[in-house]
């Protein structure tokens, strides 16, 4: 059977090469970094002297894409719930403390219970949910449900943050809908949160590299994509600099870079214009640091961080939509983080522990409303046999792991259904 070609080692690209050699054709995965998982990867880090995430991710139990592809590569069990309840939330200036806590099924029940509100919020704050139903296609959140508070900065804020990456002033409102559609609207059992036990590598990389390797395919580590080669309407090779692969008239490609590097290779094709930033901070504290309640994560409001995921010894702090403070030295901004989790851990505020700062400039696209129908199919190229996956592709979902992988796997069906189209010829 014909070779497909990935082009991007990262969640989209390893989704398509599971989904492909399990349906037994042919690939060749090309990734331009010495290690495989793109921004959902994993490393040794030395001032720590332990594993690191590039980022916390969470992921929901709404997520199907992804947990599908996490039963294909044999790791479901890889990832834990962090909190056997509902999410716990903590505001760092007022010292009051909830539980966000949907109801078991699709009717918000619990909006209306006093006692399972978020202090000072009101049932119509969270019915407000419906304008992003109804918002046009240009509306932000902050359009959609305004800024009232204390729900903005206690909710919505925080939930389109953590969801798009961005403020409520500039994220889509369809976008943030489309989440909550799938999550809380549908109950409780959609939300349950879920995390690496150990680290994003050995949940979402590592073990589709296994799968891969017994099946025969391992990433060609170093292969930097620089151009492609057309001829008519198709690609006749890729370029790699010192090395150029020529594709023969069957062999497909699956492009899964940022859409940075496609907007290289592919000059002219519409994508989303610009990203946002996540800056997260990776705290070394006692094995005996507690989060209130046990819980493995604690949502922030009122300081800077935003998410503490904490593991033994060590508790690793998001901050999302992070523009204005990415470009600060590192030592400013682990002083800025470390009061904010001492008061989470309820840990002396002096001396400071050992952080390490990871910086991820472009994290996500921009998910304004703007970017949305920028957003290209997986054939947007028009190119007949080159395909488009990653999460900026219109996938429909946000630029999240499940976006990912959904645009991953759905360019392994098309390639498919081409390769099977050319077979029956
Ligand atoms: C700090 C952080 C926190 C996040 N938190 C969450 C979260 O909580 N939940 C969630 O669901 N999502 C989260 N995300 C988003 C999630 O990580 C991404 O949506 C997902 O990993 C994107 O996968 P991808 O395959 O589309 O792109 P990428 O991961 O960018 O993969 C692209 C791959 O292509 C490679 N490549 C680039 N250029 C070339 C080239 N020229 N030639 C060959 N290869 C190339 C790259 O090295 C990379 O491996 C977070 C992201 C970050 C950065």
């Known amino acids: 059977m014909s070779r497909v070609h990935i082009v991007g080692a990262g969640l989209a690209g390893l989704a398509a090469a599971v989904r492909l050699s399990a349906a037994g054709v042919p690939i060749v995965l090309y990734e331009a970094a010495p290690q495989a998982g793109g921004r959902c990867r994993s490393y040794r880090d030395p001032q720590l002297g332990r594993v690191l995430d590039n980022g916390n991710h969470l992921l929901l139990s709404a997520n199907r894409a992804a947990l599908a592809y996490l039963d294909e590569i044999g790791a479901r069990e890889t990832l834990a719930s962090p909190t056997d309840g509902p999410l716990p939330f903590l505001d760092l200036a007022s010292g009051e403390a909830w539980r966000l806590e949907p109801s078991d099924g699709p009717i918000a029940w619990w909006v209306f219970r006093p006692s ?5 919020t009101r049932a119509a704050d969270f019915l407000k949910a419906v304008k992003l139903r109804l918002a046009g296609p240009d509306a932000t959140v902050a359009e959609a449900v305004g800024t009232a508070e204390p729900a903005n900065a206690r909710f919505w804020r925080p939930l389109t943050v953590a969801v798009l990456n961005a403020p409520p002033e500039k994220a889509s409102a369809r976008l943030l809908w489309t989440v909550l559609a799938e999550t809380f609207l549908k109950g409780a059992a959609w939300c349950k949160p879920l995390i690496a036990r150990d680290s ?7 073990p ?12 060609r580590h170093g292969w930097r994509l620089r151009g492609l080669v057309r001829e008519r309407d198709r690609v006749a090779a890729l370029d790699f600099g010192s090395e150029r692969i020529a594709l023969a008239a069957e062999e497909r490609v699956i492009l899964a870079t940022p859409p940075t590097v496609v907007a290289d290779v592919l000059p002219g094709l519409p994508l989303p214009e ?12 006692s094995t005996d640091a507690r989060l209130p309640d046990g819980a493995g994560i604690l949502g922030l409001v009122g300081g800077v961080a935003e998410w503490i995921f904490l593991r033994p010894g060590l508790a690793s702090v998001t901050v999302s939509a992070a523009a204005q403070w990415v470009d600060r030295p590192a030592e400013e901004l682990a002083a800025r983080l470390w009061p904010d989790v001492a008061r989470a851990l309820d840990l002396p505020d002096a001396p400071q522990p050992p952080i390490r700062i990871v910086k991820e400039r472009r994290a996500t696209f921009s998910q304004t409303p703007a970017n949305l129908c920028r957003r290209p199919d997986p054939d947007a190229a028009g190119l007949a046999n080159l395909l488009l996956a990653g999460d900026y592709t219109a996938t429909g979902l946000p630029a999240t792991i499940e976006g990912a992988v959904t645009s991953g796997q759905t360019a392994a069906r098309l390639a498919l259904q081409r390769l099977g189209a050319r077979a029956a010829c």
Request: aromatic share 0%; glycine share 8%.
């Open 208 to 219: 589709a590299l296994r799968t891969l390797a017994a099946r025969g395919t391992a990433p």
């Open 200 to 206: 994003l590598a050995d949940s979402l990389v590592e």
């Open 116 to 120: 399972r509100r978020i202090p000072g």
């Open 274 to 285: 610009g990203s946002d930033p996540i800056v997260n901070a990776h705290v070394a504290v």
